[in-house]
């Protein structure tokens, strides 16, 4: 039997082991974004350390300002051949918060295996699928190749980030202080889907962000609406008209200067997508949608790949309780972020928002702004031989041609590899469309575990040859 056979022999034998593993992770309650949980994600980052300095790496937390960092070296010195490539592996420890709770069918934090509606094995949890089963798949396959063989078949440094869905700010000073530690040949991120469940994907681009929160302020107070209303600047219409002066009628974002730096898809790239065969109508359909809600003039695919967007996710104002209340609010906020492509700049994009807003607001009216972050956009290099061989290998794994398909979500570390580390980067990842990620009743498809899991024991032993 080869090397591999007899790895991807033993992920199998170790499978209950390695799945509850898994469950442990699962348990912690590692949302990054809300301080409370701040001891939570230590806890994750610990536990990571300890699994990893268990499999001969050599790992530590690394605390920062926000929540800590994990990072594990396996280079020669711990067993790896002399020569071979150096991979950086990047997955996040931190998930989003689980409101609202009372969707949830099970507990968020109560992992278990079920079988879903269709007859699927999967596993339940917040963070099942983005991002610790994911970055799961790559541990659980070191570990057979060193439970298996006495080592790694290449040299192996990894990074895992505590921060990843809260806009990543520790990151930039992170990678600009440690930048020799992690400098390598080149990156291999978890943190994406396959194109379906039988056909495994290879990300070739990711879109950007700008995370924005805007705050109106008006009266000293909360006014009654008979007494003051009239008169008194009401904070939540004025946020009312920002918001809904953001799009004109054809879904156009109207910010100033917004759409320098997008160029169109070429026509060979666009050819490629059709080529994909995309079925508008189960995507939207399977979230109870029919029409297309985006730029008028571009294919769903367009609208969610290679466009950008301006979205409110969250507005706050007034009274929300039960009952009735008759009143004027002192503030109204709404937290907005823009998705961004091509060559756009997160901080021009700011400054045109923060420019629409001032340009709107009524005499007795303040803005206040709040900068939760933001990424440039980035498009990997597809002409690597590590990408060949990464593609052969999966084909091995799933018996399909690999898609090259392109991520409308952001992993705000893409681009900083190749900005601060100048490194590409490989985007594999085994999560899918219906995994439910940042929504309730998260999961993550049994077999997206185990064969992701084998997928990465032929990715590195590929990336070795
Ligand atoms: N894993 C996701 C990115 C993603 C989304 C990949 C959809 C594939 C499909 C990642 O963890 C994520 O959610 N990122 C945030 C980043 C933000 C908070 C800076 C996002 O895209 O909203
Ligand atoms: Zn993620």
């Known amino acids: 039997m080869s090397k591999l056979n007899a790895v ?7 499978m209950g082991a390695s799945l509850n593993r898994l469950m442990e992770l699962l348990r912690i ?3 990054s974004t809300d301080p409370e949980y701040a001891g939570q994600c230590r806890i994750a980052a610990d536990w990571l350390v300890e699994e990893l300095d268990k499999l001969g790496f050599r790992a530590s937390r690394r605390d920062t300002t926000g929540h800590p960092m994990v990072v594990a070296h396996y280079d020669v010195g711990d067993g790896a051949p002399e020569g071979s490539p150096h991979v950086l592996f990047y997955g996040h420890y931190d998930v989003q918060p689980v409101d609202p709770l009372d969707l949830w069918k099970k507990p968020p934090f109560e992992p278990e295996i079920y079988e879903d509606a269709q007859g699927r094995k999967v596993i339940h ?6 991002d610790k089963g994911q970055l799961m798949t790559f541990v659980e396959a070191c570990r057979a190749w060193k439970q298996q063989t006495g080592h790694l078949p290449c040299r192996v440094t990894i990074l895992f980030e505590g921060e990843e869905e809260s806009g990543s700010p520790s990151l930039v000073p992170f990678l600009e202080a440690h930048k020799d530690e992690l400098s390598t040949d080149f990156a291999l991120i978890c943190d994406t889907t396959m194109w379906d469940e039988q056909t495994p994907a290879i990300s070739t681009s990711l879109r950007g962000m700008t995370e924005e929160e805007v705050i109106i302020k008006a009266a000293s107070r909360d006014l009654h609406s008979g007494f003051y209303g009239g008169p008194a600047a009401n904070p939540i219409r004025v946020l009312g008209k920002i918001i809904g002066d953001m799009h004109d009628d054809e879904g156009k974002v109207t910010l100033e200067g917004f759409y320098e730096g997008v160029a169109e898809v070429p026509d060979e790239l666009k050819a490629q997508w059709d080529d994909l ?18 730029e008028v ?9 290679s ?18 209340k008759t009143v004027i609010p002192a503030q109204a906020s709404a937290k907005i972020s823009f998705r961004l492509v091509g060559k756009q700049d997160p901080e021009k994009v700011r400054s045109a928002f923060r420019a629409h ?6 005499k007795d009216c303040e803005a206040e702004f709040i900068n939760h972050g933001g990424s440039p956009a980035i498009e990997f290099n597809i002409d690597k031989p590590e990408l060949k061989k990464a593609t052969a290998a999966l084909k ?19 681009g900083l590899f190749q900005s601060i580390l100048d490194i590409d980067s490989l985007l594999i990842g085994f999560a899918h469309a219906d995994d439910q990620i940042h929504s309730p009743n998260e999961k993550y498809n049994l077999e997206s575990f185990t064969k992701g899991t084998r997928s990465w024991a032929r990715i590195l032993a590929a990336l070795a040859e």
């Open 357 to 362: 807003v001032n340009a709107r607001l009524p």
């Open 396 to 414: 091995d794994e799933w018996q399909k041609d690999t898609a090259l398909i392109a991520m409308g979500g952001s992993i705000p570390i893409g």
């Open 8 to 14: 991807l022999a033993h992920i199998e034998t170790d």
């Open 277 to 294: 065969g995309f079925d508008q109508v189960k995507f939207l359909g399977g979230v109870g949608l029919a029409y297309p809600a985006g």
């Open 125 to 130: 949890g917040r963070g099942s699928s983005d």
């Open 297 to 305: 003039g571009y294919s769903v695919l367009e609208q969610k790949w």
């Open 29 to 31: 309650e590692s949302i």
């Open 307 to 324: 466009r950008p967007t301006a979205e409110v996710n969250g507005i706050i104002g007034g009274y929300t309780g039960e009952g009735f």
